[in-house]
């Protein structure tokens, strides 16, 4: 088993586990309720003209042209709604970044990780910085792709990987900013780059099951947590995760490998 999909794994499991302390649901809640909540209100007002300006632009100005409006206006629809999920989700993570990850980061970090030793610059300005500017590259790479959600098989693809970026760029940098140099920042990202990414997809997956994805934004807080302060105590202790299993107990703590 590849070191990268074993550090998945343990900070999934040890993600759930953390879902054991009821403080831990409260966070799970709140962005996800929120977000929804404010786009449904705006939903009201913009979602006739998002459809309207979709049936305006190509592939759907082709369907009115060939005389099948009916379906060009159900396409946009379905366009509108998925507009409307997509940023409901961002927001949520958005306030999930900035509000409920410095909360999980402090109380993980007392609890599960007291020998790591803060060794990095807790700027929330940096912070902040990095997750507008994920949303940013999101929302653009989203309108830039666009068209081709109306393509078989690219509509179930592109939505998963732009989430699954959005969450790998938003949270690993934001969970070790308080902890890791900016050498070993740079040396966790090198080194964990694919394994990141992988977290992050697995997280775009669960985030499109109707209802999982409202708590999806606070979980890939609790995963990128573990999984990169965990890579960061094994960076310091010189140690890699590596074997064919693991044995984890109750609490999502790595016990041993086999190799």
Avoid: C
């Avoid at 082709?62 to 927001?91: E, I, N």
């Amino acid at each position: 088993m590849s070191q990268g999909f074993v550090g998945v794994v343990l900070a999934l499991t040890r993600s759930f586990a953390s879902l054991k302390a009821p403080r831990a649901w409260f966070y799970m809640l709140g962005p996800g309720l929120v977000a929804l909540v404010v786009w449904l209100l705006l939903a009201t007002y913009w979602l006739g003209a998002v459809i309207a300006w979709m049936i305006a632009w190509p592939p759907l100005s082709w369907l009115v042209g060939w005389d099948f409006p009916g379906l060009a206006r159900f396409l946009a629809a379905v366009g509108a709604w998925l507009v409307m999920l997509a940023l409901t989700y961002l927001t949520a993570t958005v306030l999930a970044a900035i509000f409920v990850l410095p909360l999980l980061l402090a109380w993980l970090a007392d609890t599960q990780y007291r020998d790591l030793a803060r060794m990095g610059r807790d700027s929330a300005v940096a912070s902040l910085a990095n997750t507008l500017g994920a949303a940013v590259v999101y929302v653009a790479a989203w309108a830039l792709t666009l068209p081709l959600w109306f393509v078989p098989g690219f509509g179930l693809v592109v939505p998963i990987v732009l989430l699954a970026m959005l969450n790998r760029r938003t949270f690993a940098f934001d969970a070790l900013a308080a902890h890791a140099s900016r050498e070993e920042w740079r040396t966790i990202r090198t080194q964990h780059g694919h394994p990141l990414f992988m977290l992050g997809l697995i997280l775009s997956l669960l985030a499109h099951v109707p209802v999982v994805g409202l708590l999806v934004p606070t979980l890939s807080v609790l995963a990128y947590v573990h999984y990169t302060l965990e890579a960061l105590r094994r960076l310091r202790q010189g140690a890699v995760i590596v074997g064919e299993a693991v044995v984890i107990d109750d609490e999502g703590r790595l016990l041993e490998d086999h190799r």
